[in-house]
């Protein structure tokens, strides 16, 4: 394959968020064959059944950039202990109707950066677990819980040298996996 398209889907709506300045700082420590695109989730109404047979011009967007896409990658912040809402109504728009979802057989990255101490770990468990049902190939290992604290960023928005070894090894892993699992 002589592209990679990734489809990045942040779980923070804020503009100056950690996760956003994460998924974009991480996408370049990725080879040149990986392109990644951040996609738009802000704009979804809620997901509500009744409006599965015609769905928003939004939500038809999501879908169609996450079956365009070779593979996922998942920056979510932890809000009380999970995944935020506005992530988890883009999971739902896009796996419905059931038997059509946008997910099913795509491979994917998860990662995320909170103030905590335990960094996104517990939003990033309930993400794995919500992915599994949706028949997404998630990478187990290596496992990243970032801490926002100063050095995460360089004053280019790159990341910080205290922390650009763990993160190239862990983009090195998703690309692999990417690569494995990529139709």
């Given at each position: 394959?002589s ?8 779980g923070?709506l ?7 300045k ?12 990986f392109s ?5 989730i ?9 409006d599965d047979?015609?769905p928003?011009l939004a ?12 593979g996922?990658?998942f920056?979510?912040?932890e ?15 896009a ?5 059509q ?9 998860v990662i ?20 599994a049902?949706?028949d ?7 496992e990243?819980?970032?801490q926002a604290k100063d ?7 790159n990341?910080g ?8 090894g862990w983009?090195?892993?998703y ?8 139709g």
């Open positions: 394959m592209q990679y398209q990734i489809a990045v889907i942040i923070s804020r503009q100056d968020s950690f996760n956003r994460l998924a974009t700082a991480i996408a370049r420590l990725a080879p040149p064959d990644f695109k951040q996609v738009s802000g704009d979804l109404p809620l997901y509500n059944q009744d047979g015609h928003a939500v038809l967007r999501l879908k169609e950039e996450i079956k365009a896409a070779h996922l990658l920056v979510t912040p809000y009380n202990r999970s995944l935020p809402g506005v992530l988890k109504n883009a999971i739902d728009h796996s419905r109707p059931y038997g979802s946008a997910w099913a057989g795509k491979a994917a990255g995320g950066v909170s103030v905590g101490a335990i960094g996104s770990a517990l939003a990033q468990q309930h993400l794995r677990n919500i992915l049902y949706l997404v190939a998630t990478m187990g290992q290596p990243a819980f970032i050095g995460l960023f360089d004053e280019s928005g990341i040298a205290g922390s650009q070894a763990f993160l190239q983009m090195n892993q690309v692999a996996w990417i690569r494995q699992h990529a």
